[in-house]
């Protein structure tokens, strides 16, 4: 009874790793330091099935190891930007190991911000800030190109007015009326998808972003601008970050 049902169950798509490796990472250039604390998780496809169909544990990479290695490479090569580290992440495991078909890796960094008082910048210490939430996404397949993605969440914004909604859809369940006025507060995510890997300022491109983000949802600071639906402000959203960010093919947002 066993192997005949054994025959009927197909792979669709196997997968095991290490979730939630902290990395803090501190450069230190005399008195002044800079940080970054990040969190990873770390998902790998073995070539064999064995694992799953004998019990062999012989191909397995243990997620303690994804874990000490995560924090050797952090130490070994430093991380510049999470993208980055990332990425040398997924060619580690695929580079390392001929038996790992695919490497997958999400990674979110912590929204530290250096003390300032004044104009001037602490030399060494920070403030938690969590206005937005950074991460990114790599996946590669064995000899193929890595798909990188960044993002944003968890971003809260509001504003008192220049937001209205009407001219929408009625029926007998409807009970929302017309308004020109109104308040308008969401939660923004965004996430887009390079088109490329090297060469990238991965800060410059985040930042910018976000500013375009802000930009569009605040309008002109003295005055605002109208907003006639939250689904017109994310396309224009959506069109500026692509014409601003040539290195970004895809962009996804909402609130």
């Keep these: 009874m066993a192997a005949a049902s054994e025959q009927n169950v197909e ?35 073995l070539k064999s099935r064995k694992d799953y169909l004998s019990g062999d544990n012989s191909d397995i990479i243990p997620t303690d190891t994804i874990k000490n290695t995560v924090h050797g ?31 997958k890796v999400y990674m979110e960094e912590a929204p530290w911000r250096r003390l300032e008082k004044n104009g001037v910048e602490h030399a060494h210490a920070f403030i938690f800030s969590p206005e937005t939430c950074r991460f990114c996404d ?19 914004v509001l504003k008192t007015t220049q937001s209205g909604f009407e001219g929408f859809l009625r029926d007998r369940f409807t009970t929302l009326q017309d308004t020109k006025d109104r308040c308008f507060c969401t939660s923004v995510y965004a996430r887009w998808r390079y088109n490329k890997v090297q060469d990238v300022a991965f800060d410059s491109a985040w930042k910018c972003v976000r500013e375009t983000v802000i930009e569009r949802f605040a309008g002109p600071y003295d005055r605002g601008e109208f907003s006639p639906s939250v689904q017109k402000t994310l396309y224009e959203t959506q069109v500026l970050v692509l014409d601003r960010v040539p290195e970004a093919v895809f962009c996804l947002s909402g609130g």
């Design 11 to 45: 792979f669709v798509r196997t997968g095991y790793g290490k979730n939630a490796v902290k990395v803090l990472v501190i450069r230190r250039e005399g008195s002044r330091h800079s940080i970054i604390e990040l969190k990873a998780d770390v998902e790998l496809t």
């Design 73 to 103: 490479l952090a130490k070994l090569k430093g991380v510049k930007t999470i993208e980055q580290f990332a990425l040398d992440v997924c060619n580690h495991f695929l580079t390392s190991f001929n038996h790992v078909l695919r490497a």
């Design 138 to 156: 790599v996946e590669q397949n064995l000899n193929g190109v890595p798909v990188l993605h960044s993002g944003l969440k968890n971003m809260k």
